[in-house]
């Protein structure tokens, strides 16, 4: 995607949310997109526009009379490829709804025709209002597209609804706009697994992997916003899912075989981000094994390669994605792999490097794929790896 088709109008108005506006800007930028914020003088007050400035694309535009640009409102409206508002108060809320324009921001919201996101952040009790309501109800019915305020500790020290969405969920709504994402997937039948297999040495023991599962979670999550039917099959100890993703939570990697080949049959896609055991104990004790007894010799034994047997299953037009977590020549293996084990995609991550892989909230990714470039993520959220994986699973999908 080229960056003339990701042109990002980051609105931010008066509220003491608007600092938080600052790493969204950095985010955006970082992800590729144009930013060029407008503050309202009320913002100002909570943050300064030099900031913007620097982070940002653009310089910041605070003033509808600014004599260096001829008519901004005009221009920022029509250039957009979405509008962001974070946080957007009670008031510019009211203004949108109602369709008045007395600042640039407003002038702005009203002299374009791209897609509009609010991220509202205001007191509990102003968001539980009923005009502030119906003001959502009337944006909401317009095609606005609200992200939500969180429950929260809120700038009085007390806690409620109204703070401030996530920077993570306030920035993956406006790539799902830029991208043109938004339900690209809808109807797609997308298996998904993720995190690491234990396997039982004795009721208390067992082997296992630093895998988090976050990077499946996020995959998950990412396609089911996207419109997919989702099924998460995962054996992480803690499951971040969407309420629209059916989790169906296992152990070991006899389980996750069995719990994928109950839904791959059926699905389009099917993508391994399970780290899943190659090996297990031969002889797992139905008893703690105890220190007096010695120290035990564990023999082990293979399990089933379920990505193999996935292939091997393979149905007319399925595209199946498998992960390699390498620790060096990370490439060489990863295409290696990609040829003998038969999928389409193999997403390898080199684990050794900073902020890559487990654990980490962020990855780095190289997407393989037989006689396609390679597409490299960079150092990037998991979220968005998921959305470039998942781009990538789209266009393979249409062939
Ligand atoms: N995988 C699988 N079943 C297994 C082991 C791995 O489906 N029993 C899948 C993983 O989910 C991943 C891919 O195979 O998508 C590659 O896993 P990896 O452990 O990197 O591959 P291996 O073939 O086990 O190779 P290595 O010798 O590097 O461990």
Known sequence: MNESSRFVVLGVSG????????????????????VAPILTSEATRFVGAITFSALASEPA????????????????????????????????????????????????????RAPLILAPAMHTEMWENPAVKANIATLRSRGVIIVDPEYGRLAGGDRGAG??????????????????????????RIVVTAGGTKEAIDPVRFLSNRSSGKQGHAIANA???????????????????????????????????????RVAAEADVVIMAAAVADFRPANPQGHKIKRSEGVPSIMLEPTVDILASLVEHRRDGQVIVGFAAETDD????????????????????????????????T?????????????????????????????????????
């Open 61 to 112: 535009q605070t003033e509808l009379y600014d004599v260096k640009s001829r008519i901004p409102h005009t221009r920022l409206g029509q250039e957009a490829d979405v509008i962001v508002i974070a946080p957007t108060t009670a008031n510019v809320l009211a203004k949108i709804a109602n369709g008045i324009a007395d600042d640039l921001l407003t002038n702005t919201v009203l002299a374009s």
């Open 15 to 34: 509220g003491i949310a608007a600092y938080k506006a600052v790493d969204i800007c950095r985010r955006l930028v970082d992800e590729g997109c144009h």
């Open 163 to 188: 703070r401030l969405a996530t920077t993570e969920r306030i920035v993956e709504a406006v790539l799902s706009q830029v991208s043109g994402r938004a339900n690209d997937l809808e109807g797609r």
């Open 223 to 261: 396609a089911a916003r996207r419109g997919a039917l989702v099924t998460l099959v995962t054996a992480a100890s803690s499951v971040d899912a969407d309420e629209g993703v059916t989790v169906v939570s296992v152990e070991t990697a006899a389980e996750m075989l069995d719990g994928v080949h």
């Open 330 to 361: 990370a490439l060489e293996h990863g295409r290696a792999k990609l040829a003998s084990k038969g999928c389409d995609l193999l997403v390898v991550n080199d684990v050794s490097e900073p902020g890559v892989g487990f654990n980490h909230e």
């Open 363 to 399: 990855n780095s990714v190289v997407i393989l794929e037989a006689g396609q470039d390679d597409v490299s993520t960079g150092l990037a959220s998991k979220y968005s790896v998921a959305n470039v994986l998942l781009d990538r699973v789209m266009r393979r999908l249409a062939q």
